[in-house]
């Protein structure tokens, strides 16, 4: 919780492998677990990205390179963006929490059958 309260997210920085970087116009084709086939786009389309969860500002000149060393670029960095609505954000994590704890019984509810199976627990090695 304190994380949503506290964190920047403009401030985190993922690096690693990630969807390659490529033409927007190349679809394949891929197998829903019930066997179905689906396309998608191949390359990740920078141009067309809607979501606004990640942008390139953290990157010098904010520019990927498409292809290097004749491969499709697969490793690099995304940079998280603001929150639109942080308040909302806020709002709506921490009535999860509070649902979660209600659904259990509240905390002190959980603590005391964590201990009822720890004795439980105790008497069958006796």
Known sequence: ?????????????????HQAV????EMEQIFSPF?????RRKYFCIEEQQQKLF??????GGQLPEIVSGEPLEYYAICGTNFENRAGYITFIWFI?????????????????ELKRFRLLMECFK
């Open 35 to 39: 066997g179905l086939p689906l396309y």
């Open 55 to 60: 942008d390139l500002h953290c990157i010098p």
């Open 1 to 17: 919780m304190l994380l949503a309260v506290f964190s920047s997210p403009e401030n985190i920085i993922s690096e690693g492998i």
């Open 97 to 113: 929490l509070l649902g979660l704890i209600t659904c259990k019984g509240g905390v002190y509810d959980l603590l005391s059958m």
């Open 22 to 25: 490529g033409s927007c116009g």
